[in-house]
């Protein structure tokens, strides 16, 4: 009784705080960012300015389109991600999207058009537009609504698409198709689910639709939709949840091509036939694969290993069956290639740049460049690369991380940050980090953590933050500082944690359950509140939470996240904190951030907050990314790099 009545209180006062402080406008105009003229310094000057590292910029999401002769990529450059357009054959580039920054973007299959998304200031309930390459004509498919939707795939014709949308009844992801061809251009539901079912690959030849059913952050179950009937088969629904993902077809239609871990730590490439329901294990490797294509009409397979945060490009030839790995510079990639060329553009995202885009001859195996980012006066041969680390928890765990160390010429130690992931089940990867290049050029170290729940380390380890567990990965940070301080490689006495979404929680939930261990601590989006987070989440994380977190229909779940949750250790806080939240966040409401803030100024305990009024989860203009990332490197500079 007196634990139910201690959990009343708690929640009432929480409920009386969240009144007060939200019932109006946030009552604190300060932490309203003010956006300054960018001052980039001169190009010689060092340590490089943050705002060259922001505007430093590459393609990123590149795709070629199914003839093999243009390739689509979402560039920042003017500001907000927009889609240009690059020849394979050269010449210039050009600017394909305007207005509302683009949320994603699919090729037409006739490689003249593209369906495009854009939401209102990151609010994630996109319109759907399509436009021609030439860009001289678009047209609404369909209109801004407060429904969420997520994009599935053209038939082979184009002449209609599937996509995912919570317009029926706001919460379920239900199955609908867009007929282009049709005179009422009104979209059709063919499927009713609930919670997250999603449309992938539609078949080639055919009327088949491969769909996902959410089941956790790491863990899915696959159907076949028939788009004209309606009907659902089921192919993969273990007892265990595995991850099924990277659905490619086969070109006759009568198979496809996958990834899973089911049965197994890693995901492997695998086969699955149609007419006898069966499948075939094609590769296993002690690294997950990934980013699996297939080019030139099956001649190739193509994919990635994920080794340790680093990617490894695979080509294997199917006739020969001959496997080759190619050599790229360091970093993460994505692939794309077309049905008719023998071309594979290969996007990498890496220590030294922030997009940079490889022509590979897979009949060859040869490689250029095809497209170099633009480093905005940065040396990209100062750049600093990872060293992958692994250390032991208090409990015998193996954690994984890499440690990025700055070039210092005098004796002392260099602070360090921690810097933790979202996900929960993300990864932290070699890709380009503009923050995190410039802390090393201001002699700050950092470690790129891998706590318990990470992705790229097996199964297993992806689950072992999950529900009543989720405080294990938390102890990960602290276990982390004692294994720097044994190595003595940095100054684990000035060290800060950082994060955002689920790394913002994790911030939270460390400065206040361990208050002496950071010196500093800087949460951006994040969950202070798990019941209000976990009841109030957006669709497309419902399907998802309930698997990581627990029902939290579920009374028991009610009571254990009323009990472990940041609000509920806020007030042992001790150390300097950094806040940032969007207003027009749908995953974690700001309200999350406004309540830590608050009940740290009550304690006087020193607070940064940028309170964006036009961003959502996460910082998509580039004014802002400025204004915002110069205030943490200052915030941190200032508690943890000062006489130094």
């Given at each position: 009784?007196?634990?139910?009545?201690?959990?009343?209180?708690?929640?009432?006062?929480?409920?009386?705080?969240?009144?007060?402080?939200?019932?109006?406008?946030?009552?604190?105009?300060?932490?309203?960012?003010?956006?300054?003229?960018?001052?980039?310094?001169?190009?010689?000057?060092?340590?490089?300015?943050?705002?060259?590292?922001?505007?430093?910029r590459?393609?990123?999401?590149?795709?070629?389109?199914?003839?093999?002769?243009?390739?689509?990529?979402?560039?920042?450059?003017?500001?907000?991600?927009?889609?240009?357009?690059?020849?394979?054959?050269?010449?210039?580039?050009?600017?394909?999207?305007?207005?509302?920054?683009?949320t994603?973007?699919?090729?037409?299959?006739?490689?003249?058009?593209?369906?495009?998304?854009?939401?209102?200031?990151?609010?994630?309930?996109?319109?759907?537009?399509?436009?021609?390459?030439?860009?001289?004509?678009?047209?609404?498919?369909?209109?801004?609504?407060?429904?969420?939707?997520?994009?599935?795939?053209?038939?082979?014709?184009?002449?209609?698409?599937?996509?995912?949308?919570?317009?029926?009844?706001?919460?379920?992801?239900?199955?609908?198709?867009?007929?282009?061809?049709?005179?009422?251009?009104?979209?059709?539901?063919?499927?009713?689910?609930?919670?997250?079912?999603?449309?992938?690959?539609?078949?080639?030849?055919?009327?088949?639709?491969?769909?996902?059913?959410?089941?956790g952050?790491?863990?899915?179950?696959?159907?076949l939709?028939?788009?004209q009937?309606?009907?659902?088969?089921?192919?993969?629904?273990?007892?265990?949840s595995?991850?099924?993902?990277?659905?490619?077809?086969?070109?006759?239609?009568?198979?496809f091509?996958f990834?899973?871990?089911?049965?197994?730590?890693?995901?492997?490439?695998?086969?699955?036939q149609?007419?006898?329901?069966?499948?075939?294990?094609?590769?296993?490797?002690?690294?997950?694969?990934?980013?699996?294509?297939?080019?030139?009409?099956?001649?190739?397979?193509v994919?990635?290993?994920?080794?340790?945060?680093?990617?490894?490009?695979?080509?294997?030839?199917?006739?020969?069956?001959?496997l080759?790995?190619?050599?790229?510079?360091?970093?993460?990639?994505?692939?794309?290639?077309?049905?008719?060329?023998?071309?594979?553009?290969?996007?990498?995202?890496?220590?030294?740049?922030?997009?940079?885009?490889?022509?590979?001859d897979?009949?060859?195996?040869?490689?250029?460049?095809?497209?170099?980012?633009?480093?905005?006066?940065?040396?990209?041969?100062?750049?600093?690369?990872?060293?992958?680390i692994?250390?032991?928890?208090?409990?015998?765990?193996?954690?994984?991380?890499?440690?990025?160390?700055?070039?210092?010429?005098?004796?002392?130690?260099?602070?360090?940050?921690?810097?933790?992931?979202?996900?929960?089940?993300?990864?932290?990867?070699?890709?380009?980090?503009?923050?995190?290049?410039?802390?090393?050029?201001?002699?700050?170290?950092?470690?790129?953590?891998?706590?318990?729940?990470?992705?790229?380390?097996?199964?297993t380890?992806?689950?072992?933050?999950?529900?009543?567990?989720?405080?294990?990965?938390?102890?990960?940070?602290?276990?982390?500082?004692?294994?720097?301080?044994?190595?003595?490689?940095?100054?684990?006495?000035?060290?800060?944690?950082?994060?955002?979404?689920?790394?913002g929680y994790?911030?939270?939930?460390?400065?206040?359950?361990?208050?002496?261990?950071?010196?500093?601590?800087?949460?951006?989006?994040?969950?202070?509140?798990?019941?209000?987070?976990?009841?109030?989440?957006?669709?497309?994380?419902?399907?998802?939470?309930?698997?990581?977190?627990?029902?939290?229909?579920?009374?028991?779940?009610?009571?254990?996240?009323?009990?472990?949750?940041?609000?509920?250790?806020?007030?042992?806080?001790?150390?300097?904190?950094?806040?940032?939240?969007?207003?027009?966040?749908?995953?974690?409401?700001?309200?999350?951030?406004?309540?830590?803030?608050?009940?740290?100024?009550?304690?006087?305990?020193?607070?940064?907050?940028?309170?964006?009024?036009?961003?959502?989860?996460?910082?998509?203009?580039?004014?802002?990314?400025?204004?915002f990332?110069?205030?943490?490197?200052?915030?941190?500079?200032?508690?943890?790099?000062?006489?130094?």
């Amino acid at each position: 009784m007196k634990y139910v009545s201690l959990m009343v209180f708690i929640s009432c006062s929480f409920i009386f705080l969240s009144k007060l402080v939200h019932s109006s406008e946030w009552p604190y105009p300060q932490d309203t960012p003010q956006i300054k003229p960018i001052n980039v310094g001169m190009a010689s000057d060092r340590p490089v300015d943050i705002s060259r590292f922001l505007q430093a910029r590459g393609p990123s999401r590149a795709t070629m389109n199914k003839q093999g002769s243009l390739v689509a990529y979402i560039s920042n450059v003017t500001g907000v991600p927009q889609v240009w357009l690059l020849s394979l054959e050269g010449g210039q580039t050009t600017q394909l999207t305007y207005g509302n920054g683009v949320t994603f973007y699919r090729w037409h299959p006739d490689g003249e058009h593209i369906v495009y998304g854009a939401d209102n200031e990151g609010n994630e309930r996109e319109a759907y537009y399509l436009i021609a390459k030439d860009g001289l004509s678009e047209e609404v498919l369909l209109e801004h609504s407060n429904a969420y939707r997520v994009f599935g795939d053209f038939d082979q014709q184009g002449q209609q698409f599937t996509y995912a949308s919570t317009e029926r009844n706001g919460r379920d992801f239900d199955i609908y198709l867009l007929d282009l061809n049709a005179s009422t251009n009104k979209p059709k539901m063919i499927y009713q689910s609930e919670f997250g079912f999603y449309p992938r690959q539609w078949q080639p030849k055919g009327k088949l639709s491969i769909v996902t059913e959410v089941v956790g952050e790491d863990g899915a179950n696959v159907y076949l939709l028939n788009t004209q009937t309606g009907k659902m088969e089921n192919i993969f629904k273990p007892e265990i949840s595995s991850d099924y993902s990277q659905f490619v077809w086969s070109a006759s239609g009568k198979a496809f091509y996958f990834t899973s871990d089911q049965d197994g730590e890693m995901k492997s490439l695998r086969q699955y036939q149609l007419d006898t329901g069966s499948t075939t294990t094609l590769f296993s490797h002690q690294f997950d694969i990934e980013n699996v294509q297939s080019c030139m009409q099956e001649k190739y397979l193509v994919w990635t290993t994920n080794e340790y945060g680093f990617d490894t490009l695979h080509v294997y030839e199917q006739q020969t069956k001959s496997l080759n790995t190619v050599a790229l510079p360091d970093g993460v990639y994505s692939l794309t290639c077309s049905e008719a060329g023998k071309e594979l553009v290969v996007r990498i995202s890496g220590p030294a740049t922030p997009g940079s885009l490889y022509l590979v001859d897979l009949t060859k195996q040869q490689t250029r460049l095809l497209m170099a980012p633009d480093m905005a006066g940065i040396d990209s041969q100062q750049m600093i690369t990872p060293e992958v680390i692994e250390f032991p928890a208090r409990d015998g765990l193996a954690i994984n991380g890499l440690l990025y160390l700055p070039v210092i010429e005098t004796a002392k130690l260099p602070p360090i940050v921690i810097d933790v992931h979202g996900g929960p089940t993300g990864q932290s990867r070699a890709s380009w980090g503009p923050l995190i290049q410039y802390l090393l050029g201001q002699g700050i170290a950092v470690l790129d953590i891998n706590v318990r729940g990470s992705t790229g380390f097996g199964k297993t380890y992806a689950r072992l933050d999950n529900q009543e567990k989720r405080l294990d990965s938390v102890r990960d940070l602290v276990d982390a500082l004692a294994w720097l301080k044994a190595q003595g490689k940095v100054d684990a006495n000035e060290a800060a944690v950082m994060g955002g979404s689920y790394g913002g929680y994790m911030v939270n939930a460390v400065m206040g359950a361990y208050p002496d261990a950071f010196k500093a601590g800087l949460s951006f989006v994040g969950v202070a509140d798990w019941v209000k987070a976990l009841q109030t989440a957006s669709p497309g994380l419902k399907a998802s939470d309930r698997i990581e977190y627990g029902d939290i229909r579920e009374q028991r779940w009610i009571d254990f996240y009323a009990k472990n949750s940041p609000v509920n250790t806020v007030h042992k806080i001790k150390a300097p904190m950094f806040y940032e939240h969007g207003v027009n966040d749908p995953r974690d409401p700001v309200t999350e951030s406004d309540t830590m803030v608050q009940a740290l100024r009550d304690k006087n305990i020193p607070v940064t907050y940028l309170r964006f009024p036009d961003e959502g989860h996460g910082i998509a203009k580039l004014a802002n990314r400025i204004t915002f990332y110069q205030q943490v490197a200052a915030f941190l500079k200032q508690h943890l790099a000062e006489e130094r």
